[in-house]
T-cell receptor
Framework: ELKVEQNPLFLSMQEGKNYTIYCNYS?????LYWYRQDPGKSLESLFV?????AVKQEGRLMASLDTKARLSTLHITAAVHDLSATYFC??????????????FGKGTHLIIQP | GAGVSQTPSNKVTEKGKYVELRCDPI?????LYWYRQSLGQGPEFLIY????????DSGLPNDRFFAVRPEGSVSTLKIQRTERGDSAVYLC????????????FGPGTRLLVL
């Protein structure tokens, strides 16, 4: 059974600081996704990571994937208040191709204080 | 273009009643997913359709839950004899049928069983 663990589950940080959210998963996978969810809203896709060593960046967010360690990180650089949200990582089981249902972590609730 | 839409946005029902939740995927997306999200948790996979057929229904919690997608586009999630524990936000997502594709989520239906 595929399990996905995120840490921390709750993070309060100040604007301008850097921090990293970690996502570990339990079985072989070839696809990892990061989503953002604002309160009362649905999920917004941030990154899709498909290979070992993949790194993607968008603005102040950067995501990376180490499939050997079964670990992905979401790094926040010089945080701003607008990044306050809940961030989920989600993993698809290794399938060799095609689409699959995702297993999500519990989410990291991020609050960025002015 | 239009995103994934779900109706109704909110549904209140009484224990034991039957409910139907509808999902309209992004046009041209052949893969459609249903997830359930409880308060403070990550989405939990329920069922995945490729075209008209259910490719993976391993996440459906029991036989009270059923979903259809008769024409390969709109899908309906059906819950019989609802229980209070079924209260959650039911999310629908769609994607193109390729391993690299992002799943795009709808706004969800918030179901409350009294």
């Amino acid at each position: 059974e595929l399990k996905v663990e995120q840490n921390p589950l709750f993070l309060s940080m100040q604007e301008g600081k850097n921090y990293t959210i970690y996502c570990n998963y339990s079985t072989t996978s070839d696809r990892l996704y990061w989503y953002r969810q604002d309160p009362g809203k649905s999920l917004e896709s941030l990154f899709v990571l498909l290979s070992n060593g993949a790194v993607k960046q968008e603005g102040r967010l950067m995501a990376s994937l180490d499939t050997k360690a079964r670990l992905s990180t979401l790094h926040i650089t010089a945080a701003v208040h607008d990044l306050s949200a809940t961030y989920f990582c989600a993993v698809a089981p290794y399938s060799g191709g095609g689409a699959d249902g995702l297993t999500f972590g519990k989410g990291t609730h991020l609050i960025i204080q002015p | 273009g239009a995103g994934v839409s779900q109706t109704p946005s909110n549904k209140v029902t009484e224990k034991g009643k039957y409910v139907e939740l509808r999902c309209d995927p992004i046009s041209g997306h052949t893969a459609l997913y249903w997830y359930r999200q409880s308060l403070g948790q990550g989405p939990e996979f329920l069922i995945y359709f490729q075209g008209t057929g259910a490719a993976d229904d391993s996440g459906l919690p029991n036989d009270r839950f059923f979903a259809v997608r008769p024409e390969g586009s709109v899908s309906t999630l059906k819950i019989q004899r609802t229980e209070r524990g079924d209260s959650a936000v039911y999310l629908c997502a769609s994607s193109l049928f390729r391993v690299s594709e992002t799943q795009y989520f709808g706004p969800g239906t918030r179901l409350l069983v009294l």
